[in-house]
């Protein structure tokens, strides 16, 4: 459903404070990013109410599978579906319909279209640092090894794990999982990094958050 479609559905006999917004664009979503601009409408139930509903249908990095997307309030029902067809546009559409939609308009499309994925800072081969957790706590044991490497991660997840500290990697693949980049680090353990996020992947050279150089 977009706003035209919308405007046939609804009846202006119900609740006048309900509108919609909607967007369309072209052009891949990072699956984190879209991830967390969900978790800012609709992490917390005093902004998550305003939204009777969401839906969507999204191409994401490192995929060849739309991204369908289903919300009501707090309730998320997200997931992959079938291919898209060859030589079929993938243009990303998505409908917000709730209270005061057309108030959120400027902030919703700005947020969404943060999402999309825009040429890589680094590539393949680059030498890098990475923000990783401290890998003897924290492993993603639910992947086990991959390709005779254990595989850890640099993003933050739900649960609290460890330290972080930056460490020394090469770039050895793009979109890899949906992730932006995964970084073979000196000691050979490989690290998924979500998003071209300087809080998370940067330059050999960069300083680091403390305002110290790399080694």
């Known amino acids: ?16 404070s309900v509108s919609n917004v909607g967007v369309r664009c072209s052009g891949a979503v990072n699956l984190f990013a879209f991830q967390a601009f969900l978790d800012k409408y609709l992490g917390e139930e005093d902004t998550a109410k305003d939204f ?35 030589g079929q546009p993938r243009e990303n559409r998505i409908i917000f319909i709730g209270r005061g939609m057309q108030g959120r308009r400027q902030c919703l499309t700005a947020d969404f279209e943060s999402c999309m994925v825009t040429p890589l800072c680094f590539s393949l081969g680059d030498e890098v640092r990475v923000q990783v957790h401290d890998e003897s706590e924290c492993l993603e044991n639910d992947h086990g090894n991959h390709e005779g490497h254990s595989l850890g991660h640099s993003h933050e997840h739900t649960h609290h794990c460890g330290q972080t500290a930056w460490r020394e990697g090469v770039v050895v693949r793009h979109w890899d999982e949906k992730n932006a980049y995964r970084v073979k680090l000196l000691d050979e353990t490989e690290v998924l990094v979500p998003m071209d996020d300087r809080r998370l992947i940067r330059g050999i050279q960069d300083s680091d958050p403390a305002g110290h150089s790399a080694h």
């Open 1 to 16: 459903m977009d706003e035209e479609d919308f405007t046939k559905f609804y009846q202006p006999k119900m609740d006048r």
């Open 52 to 86: 009777l509903r969401i839906k969507g249908v999204l191409e994401i990095a490192g995929s060849d599978s739309k991204y369908v997307v289903q919300c009501v309030h707090m309730v998320r029902t997200t997931g992959f579906s079938e291919n898209w067809e060859e």
